[in-house]
């Protein structure tokens, strides 16, 4: 997902944060709270898992088959929108989450996960995006 998309479905949710929820999907979201976001979360996250373990059982012994699954990409989109609506909700900025990744490119997971060495850092609330 490029930064200008993510960007773009940022400033669309932090517009839908205070609008009516009978009027607006998200809104709907933001409206049910963090708990109702997470539930929301975990049934697209097992949504995810099913379809990447039907997408294996179709590929039998070989298997998962090459090629494009839809059933697997949508369901991921659905999962990363919701995350992004519960980032949102919890004050957190996306490209954050982007600027970690980069971060990460080049670090083996096992180096990575050895310098974290307890909880990741926290940002203070001035901090901005790549900082």
């Known amino acids: 997902m490029s930064g200008a998309v993510i960007q773009e479905l940022t400033d669309i949710l932090r ?9 607006s999907y998200t809104a709907s979201l933001f409206a049910g709270g963090v708990n109702g976001i997470l539930q929301k979360v975990g049934e697209e996250a097992t949504e995810v898992l099913l379809a990447a373990k039907d997408a294996a059982a179709a590929g039998g012994s070989a298997g998962v088959a090459p090629g494009r699954d839809a059933a697997l990409i949508h369901e991921m ?8 609506v519960l ?7 996306p490209q954050w989450v982007l600027d970690e990744l980069e971060r990460r490119l080049g670090v083996s997971g096992h180096e990575e996960k050895a310098q974290r060495a307890g909880n990741p850092p926290i940002m203070q609330a001035d901090s901005q995006p790549g900082e």
């Open 87 to 93: 980032l949102i909700q919890q004050n957190q900025d």
């Open 15 to 23: 517009s839908r944060r205070n609008a009516s929820p009978e009027a």
């Open 77 to 84: 989109a659905d999962l990363w929108f919701h995350c992004l």
